[in-house]
């Protein structure tokens, strides 16, 4: 079976590493994917210095405004490179990772009679309308092509079942069409005994580190950590590794400043995927301390195939690979004295931290690696091939 797969993600995009290690699995088990990176990072090279400087003043006065029309407008030329890509390369199915305002590659793809499978990871445009609220929305437009797009696709696949159940509900899906996969980690590079930790100066070496690696956006709360470490003052020998960037970045490290906690935490930004797991090595507990209802956290499988027992708020797609109690310990969302409770519990019990650790990577190595993610698309395609030939 030959497969085509269309992204939209760039480089620096979260998605890009679900996008990466989904297809290196791909590679590994011996599929044909033919990958077309629909590419839409901020133009680097962008021409001479005049023609930059001029584009950078529009954008920063007229990307508001225009923002959403121009990603509705990429899907004329988006379409025309999709078609001509999908009549040279005949795949059997497309998978779609959906893009908020996109519709061009199920067009092509139903242009050619080729089924569709559209990989959905969020509400696309609920999510857009609240955590980027920076742009204007132009009404209706983005919902109806969302709306179409799910409703004439083939099949889905879901990140998490919570998702599925809301787009089935949202736009009238029936349940039979929605598949839900998990994201997944590959326990070969986050292996604890191939790893050798990070240096950090500011990690004191018999510390009890809880650690948060993700990207510094408001929905993962990370400017919680300021008021958990002043409950937890009474643990000396407790320690906050931060590592990751973003937009929430800068206003912490001011606060951990003003508050007098330099050496309680440690920040050192974003690295490279490939070094991450030297810094989770450095940790004796994954956080996370809120995350969006619909998530599949890459992190949270990070952390558990390094063996850290994890702490995550109690939604349905942490609770499908967290066993509260075997794994980790799951809090009430949004509740900070639960999760100041949850992380004092495993910072003095180091015989129950060990005893997750183990349980942890046995869970996401025995069904949560991206070979296991892999294996769920490629059923579902040829569920869907099977369908399209009859």
């Known amino acids: 079976m030959r497969i085509a797969y269309f992204s939209y993600v ?34 680097a090279a962008g021409g001479g210095s005049a ?16 923002h959403d029309i ?62 980027e609220q920076g742009y204007w929305h132009p009404p209706l437009v983005p919902e109806w092509i969302e709306r179409y797009t799910i409703r004439k696709a083939d099949a889905i696949i879901a990140v998490s079942g919570a998702l599925g159940r809301y787009l089935s509900r949202a736009h009238g899906v029936p349940p039979d069409r929605i598949h839900v996969n998990p994201n997944g980690v590959d326990p070969e590079r986050f292996d604890p005994e191939r790893t050798t930790p990070a240096r950090l100066q500011t990690v004191p070496g018999d510390a009890v580190v809880v650690g948060f690696c993700a990207s510094f956006q408001g929905f993962h709360g990370v400017e919680r950590i300021i008021q958990i470490a002043r409950s937890l003052a009474d643990l000396e020998q407790l320690h906050f590794l931060l590592v990751g960037d973003g937009p929430a970045r800068a206003g912490l490290q001011r606060q951990i400043v003003a508050a007098g906690l330099e050496r309680r935490i440690t920040m ?12 989770l090595a450095l940790m004796d507990i994954g956080l996370l301390p809120s995350t969006a209802w619909y998530c599949s956290p890459i992190k949270v499988l990070e952390y558990m195939a390094m063996r850290l027992p994890v702490i995550g708020p109690r939604h349905d797609p942490i609770g499908e690979m967290i066993e509260h109690g075997t794994h980790g310990l799951l809090f009430a969302p949004e509740d900070l004295e639960d999760l100041t409770a949850c992380i004092r519990r495993l910072a003095i019990d180091p015989d129950l931290r ?7 990577r046995e869970r996401v190595v025995g069904m949560l690696t991206w070979e296991h993610n892999a294996q769920r698309v490629k059923r579902v395609c040829a569920q869907v091939a099977a369908g399209s030939s009859s």
């Open 51 to 66: 023609r930059r400087r001029v584009r950078d003043v529009l954008k920063k006065h007229l990307s508001r405004w225009l």
């Open 70 to 131: 121009r990603e509705i407008l990429l899907n004329i030329p988006f379409g025309l490179r999709e078609r001509r890509f999908l009549s040279r390369v005949r795949p059997d199915v497309v998978i779609i990772r959906q893009a908020t305002s996109k519709v061009s590659g199920l067009l092509a793809a139903h242009s050619l009679s080729i089924p569709v499978i559209l990989e959905i990871n969020a509400p696309g445009t609920l999510e857009e309308k609240t955590y």
């Open 354 to 360: 060990r005893r997750m650790s183990v349980a942890a």
């Open 268 to 279: 050192v930004g974003r690295v490279p995927h490939d070094e991450v797991p030297a810094y």
């Open 10 to 43: 760039y480089e620096k995009d979260g998605g890009y590493i679900h996008t990466r290690e989904f297809l290196s699995a791909m590679a590994r088990l011996g599929f044909d994917v033919q990958v077309l990176w629909q590419n839409q990072a901020p133009d």
